[in-house]
């Protein structure tokens, strides 16, 4: 079973930046669609960004232009690259692989932005 762990969550002003990382075990993260989730508190959990074995992205409207997601196979890695963040962009941030129908998480990263 692929593990997903994510990291460079924290604490960061509004305005500033933030990079999330996550890593994936396993030997197939290339065949992987892989994407970001947040989910702030008393609400459901929305996608952020996704991005297909073959580099095509999608963003969710409220961080478009603000945030990008990258993938690095040789790594085994996804990034967010999260810019001129707001307060409303605090939550837990998840990253989810997709493959062949069925979906593994990640444990979480805080990110809190204040103002």
């Known amino acids: 079973q692929v593990q997903l762990a994510e990291s460079g969550g924290g604490l960061v002003q509004a305005g500033g930046s933030l990079r999330l990382s996550c890593a994936a075990s396993?030997?197939?993260?290339?065949?992987?669609?892989m994407g970001w989730y947040r989910q702030a508190p008393g609400k459901q959990r929305d996608l952020v960004a996704r991005?297909?074995?073959?580099?095509?992205?999608n963003y969710a409207d409220s961080v478009k232009g603000r945030f990008t997601i990258s993938r690095d196979n040789a790594k085994n890695t996804v990034y967010l690259q999260m810019n001129s963040v707001k307060p409303e962009d605090t939550a837990v941030y998840y990253c989810?692989?997709?493959?062949?129908?069925?979906?593994?998480w990640g444990q979480g990263t805080q990110v809190t932005v204040s103002s």
């Open positions: 396993g030997s197939l993260f290339s065949l992987y669609n």
């Open positions: 989810r692989r997709d493959y062949s129908g069925t979906y593994v």
């Open positions: 991005i297909t074995i073959g580099g095509s992205t």
